[in-house]
């Protein structure tokens, strides 16, 4: 007769041999809402009609071998070679006096923006300029709460101060 231990052992191997092939979900794969493991889907077909309606316009039905050259345009001379040859048009001294005056102003206009650009150098990110600062640094500084630095004179000096630094911030 078997013991209770012998019975647990071939139910532990059952459920296993089950979750292995596939039969049977993991203990906590139910509360989880994974599948089944092992179950092979890779040779599942799935109908052309279901990816359609599943997918809409970004179907592409697997029957259809992709291409793997772009097709080559044609274009035709046709339209050019049908239009008839246009005379280029005279100018007149209505055009010209109006055209002068656009011209100074373009020419106007581009040396305005050369002299800007060679001579004040001001034209970058900001086009404020150059600003001075209305404090100095340790004016500022001191503001904010910061320490200034004491010249030391001789070494003597400058080592004790550095072990009085030492010493304050222990």
């Excluded at 647990?8 to 809402?33: D, F, R, T, W």
């Excluded at 055209?99 to 001579?119: F, G, H, K």
């Amino acid at each position: 007769m078997q013991g209770i231990g012998d019975f647990a052992e071939q139910l532990i191997n059952e459920q296993v041999g089950n979750i292995k092939e596939g039969k049977e979900l993991l203990p906590g794969a139910s509360e989880n809402g994974l599948a089944p493991a092992g179950k092979d889907i890779s040779k599942v077909k799935v109908p052309d009609s279901f990816m359609q309606e599943v997918l809409g316009e970004n179907f592409n039905p697997q029957d259809t071998p992709t291409t793997k050259s772009i097709p080559e345009l044609v274009w035709s001379d046709s339209e050019e070679s049908e239009a008839p040859p246009q005379d280029p048009k005279v100018l007149t001294e209505e055009t010209i006096k109006q055209l002068v005056p656009l011209l100074e102003e373009v020419r106007d206009l581009l040396r305005e923006m050369t002299a800007a650009t060679t001579s004040s150098g001001d034209i970058g990110v900001s086009m404020a300029g150059s600003q001075k600062d209305s404090e100095s640094w340790a004016k500022m500084e001191k503001k904010y709460g910061y320490l200034t630095a004491k010249p030391a004179k001789t070494r003597k000096q400058v080592l004790k101060q550095s072990i009085k630094s030492k010493l304050r911030k222990k």
